[in-house]
């Protein structure tokens, strides 16, 4: 194993850890958060520490969320969750997971549950600068951070910004990168939102789930994919009420994901099918003119597809997709 990891060192595939780095502390900034009015809830995260993501976001739709990290004890995940679920407020659940833990005075972590109330712990023995900011509906913390400005503006901006959840909370990752975030550098990211519903075909809660596990510029990647993930939740959505027979109520969604991009092809075509299915003909028409424009490969599909079988014999839907 040891000679594969020099081979990949040699070819510059793998980046050297800093040989002060400890490879069970996940140094790094979070902030856990709740849109009530919206029903979502979710965590983002970044760190020098390869997939952050896979080791420090959990959240439970119409539950909470929470961020484990710095000598992480991810059990702290799922178990914070289920306290949560059974109606235990944040503080009293934070209690409740440090007292089992042999390593509490490591730990940090930040929790949120569905109705805002929040709590943030940083133990004694977290490497400095680590701590944390809560309020309603929030808990932003770090460790091995340039300093308390860190957190201080993530708290600030999340307090400050409008739009979804997952805008938010992305703009507090930003604003703490901004003023130094995790001292040792940058390597991952992630976001986690959860909504009731919100996956597709509406069989999870997991509205945006991303992540950013190697980069040089984890915190920039995580927003390009933020925008798709943006765009896909709004196509689920859409075509989760569509297939539910709810066609009008899955237009505006539809609408939405093509705002994000009016050049997807196939997020036009599928416009063309729930406009025609809520009684717009013309609509229909006119998105899937432009989506056989952008990709002819799709004509195949359109002159087969049970879902504009009401376009078929119209001159207009021929010309299309000859």
Sequence with gaps: MRSLILLLLSAGLVLPVAATDDVHDIATFSIVGCDPDAGELGVAVASRFFAVGSVVPWAKAGVGAVATQSFANTSFGWRGLDLLEKGIAPAEAMAMLLKSDDHSARRQV????????????????CNAWAGGRHGENYACQGNILTGEDVVAAMEEVFLNTTG?????????????????????????????????????????????????????????????????????????????????????????????????????????????????????????LEALAKAIALNPGLKNQARVDDDLAALRGKDEFEQIVR
């Design 110 to 125: 930040g929790i949120v549950a569905a109705d805002g109330r929040s709590a943030t712990f940083t133990g004694d023995s």
């Design 164 to 284: 979804a959840l997952a805008e938010r909370l992305y703009a507090a990752l930003l604003a703490g990168d901004a003023k130094g975030g995790d001292a040792r550098g940058k390597q991952s990211a992630a976001l986690l939102v959860v909504r009731e519903g919100a996956g597709y075909g509406g069989y999870t809660d997991r509205a945006i789930d991303i992540r950013v596990d190697d980069h040089l510029a984890p915190l920039q990647e995580l927003g390009r994919l933020l925008a798709l993930a943006q765009l896909n939740d709004a196509w689920n959505e859409a075509w989760t009420l569509f297939s539910a027979g709810k066609s009008g109520e899955a237009l505006p969604f539809m609408d939405r994901a093509m705002r994000i991009d009016p050049t997807h092809p196939e997020v036009l075509y599928d416009l063309a099918v729930i406009r025609l299915a809520a009684g717009d003909t013309a609509g229909a």
